[in-house]
């Protein structure tokens, strides 16, 4: 554990008065951070595309 985890180990979630309940500017930002990539990553999750997985196709050759 680096000293940047250990700095922010004890930070809730991010909610608007955070600022109210003594939290750092730092911290909240994290906060904000961590927020903001959980819920990118859940948008994510929820609109995968399927893989394509299989190709067709089809050629023609004519010889004279």
Same mark, same amino acid.
């Given at each position: 554990?680096?000293?940047?985890?250990?700095?922010?180990?004890? &930070? /809730?979630?991010? =909610? /608007?008065?955070? =600022?109210?309940?003594? =939290?750092? /500017?730092?911290? *909240?930002?994290?906060?904000?951070?961590?927020?903001? *990539?959980?819920?990118?990553?859940?948008?994510?999750?929820?609109? &995968?595309? /399927?893989? *394509?997985?299989?190709?067709? *196709?089809?050629?023609? &050759?004519? &010889?004279?």
């Amino acid at each position: 554990m680096n000293i940047q985890e250990q700095y922010f180990k004890g &930070v /809730p979630d991010y =909610y /608007p008065s955070m =600022y109210l309940d003594g =939290y750092t /500017p730092q911290q *909240i930002m994290y906060a904000v951070r961590n927020k903001m *990539i959980r819920e990118y990553k859940k948008r994510k999750m929820a609109t &995968v595309e /399927p893989e *394509i997985t299989e190709f067709k *196709i089809t050629s023609e &050759v004519k &010889v004279k």
